[in-house]
């Protein structure tokens, strides 16, 4: 028996092209996460209030995938890819006027803009990847090529973790709040500073990446036959009326919630749990996304032999164990429980993506829209786990993406059951 290839020939260079813009918007996510603590010091505001950059940040993705979808179905995969990383650029140079006026409102522009280009490249790359090879290995593929976006998530909390969370002042609400206007200008300046640095270089990271895609030719082997008049209304029906695509989405909303929700609120944890400054509680996020990276490419090998869906059911399951046992408190077990979270994470999105598009035929353009709005559920949940922070602290607040994870455990059960 003839084992399919693995990607389409004429696509080996493009698909590796794509794997760079899947370690891109890990580099961009996971430097945005630690601002929330960051901002929070830098304008005393309460956790609630600085979680409006999460909000900003998965508002954008779900703003923009719809759109996205519209450019992928007019014209092509290789469009949106372009555009979104054209609108990404635009965003972290923005840092750089947005530090000079030194407003979170205006950093909160620059990030809606960044994370909108990447909701558009994210909506456009991930179906692109599953199209690139024969339809029965796509989510092995996809998987693969999700395996690199923890290598940008890494090198994103590497950069906040050196660049950023080392520069700022230890003073507290109180000692900003008795400093002269001058002092505390010239304080917040130098922390806003650092904030823009790695954004700026981050954009010309992402104008390279953008010169590379758009001079290489990329097949697009089947698309022009898919262009042309959009159907929305009947695409939306038919969506709507597949319960396990409609399931998937669900799914996909509390994946993102539980991810961004540990993530966001890992280095407080930590501060919590064990003292000590953002710098320092910042290394256990990089030791979480570390986990992430490693268990990304043993999930891939183990869905050679264990069906995803299972590995899904099972992680979630797992996820919602060490949430629960975090939230009680039992100091540094706590904290490696929520660093071996990302473990269980680290399948959850591609694998989601994959068995949710499976059958979708010419509604995949549009379904991968859908999958790409629900990280929706990345701009709502820190709200609500930052709420709970403030009123009852941080080891409780982890019953938030522990509640999550049951979901995503239900919809590999669903998918489990469905097929037998």
């Known amino acids: 028996m003839t084992t399919p290839p693995f990607v389409h020939p004429g696509m080996r260079l493009p698909f590796v092209l794509l794997v760079t813009c899947f370690a891109a918007w890990g ?19 309460s956790t609630l209030q600085a979680s409006l950059v999460q909000f900003a940040y998965y508002g954008a ?6 759109p996205a979808a ?36 205006f950093f909160l522009a620059a990030l809606f803009l960044l994370a909108g280009g990447l909701s558009i490249l994210e909506t456009s ?6 199209a690139m090879g024969p339809g029965a290995n796509a989510t092995r593929r996809l998987n693969l090529a999700q395996a690199f976006n923890p290598v940008g998530t890494n090198i994103g909390v590497f950069l906040a973790a050196t660049l950023i969370l080392p520069q700022l002042n230890q003073a507290s609400a109180a000692d900003r709040a008795a400093m002269t206007a001058g002092a505390l200008r010239a304080v917040q300046q130098a922390e806003l500073q650092a904030v823009m640095t790695p954004y700026v270089g981050f954009a010309f990271v992402l104008l390279a990446i953008w010169v590379a895609i758009a001079l290489i030719r990329m097949p697009t082997r089947r698309e022009a036959a898919e262009g042309g008049a959009v159907h929305f209304g009947a695409t939306l029906r038919r969506l709507s009326r597949n319960r396990h695509y409609v399931f998937g989405v669900v799914a996909q909303f509390f994946n993102v919630a539980a991810q961004t929700c540990i993530w966001t609120f890992t280095i407080q944890y930590a501060m919590a749990t064990l003292g000590g400054t953002e710098a320092q509680a910042g290394w256990y996020l990089q030791a979480s996304l570390i986990v992430f990276l ?48 990302s473990a269980c994470l680290s399948l959850m999105f591609p694998t989601i993506y994959g068995i949710a598009l499976e059958g979708l035929g010419e509604d995949t353009k549009f379904g991968a829209a859908g999958l790409v709005m629900a990280i929706l559920g990345g701009a709502l949940m ?35 059951r469905r097929r037998r």
């Open 125 to 130: 790359a991930n179906p692109f990847v599953m």
């Open 61 to 66: 993705y779900f703003l923009l995938a719809l």
């Open 382 to 416: 820190p709200m609500v786990q930052g709420a709970i922070l403030d009123a009852q602290g941080a080891q409780l607040s982890f019953v938030v993406p522990g509640l999550c994870f049951l979901v995503v455990a239900a919809f590999g059960v669903f998918d489990l």
């Open 27 to 45: 580099i961009a996510a996971n430097m945005t996460d630690p601002l929330v603590q960051v901002f929070s010091r830098i304008f005393s505001m």
């Open 70 to 105: 519209f450019i992928n179905r007019r014209w092509s995969f290789k469009t949106g890819i372009l555009t979104g990383l054209g609108c990404a650029i635009l965003g972290a140079f923005l840092f750089y006027p947005a530090a000079q006026a030194m407003t979170f409102g």
């Open 294 to 341: 490693v268990s990304r490419f043993v999930m891939v090998g183990l869905m050679g032999v264990v069906r995803p869906a299972l590995l899904l059911a099972g992680m979630a399951l797992a996820g919602t164990g060490l949430c629960l046992f975090a939230a009680g408190g039992p100091g540094m077990a706590g904290v490696w429980a929520v660093v071996a979270l």
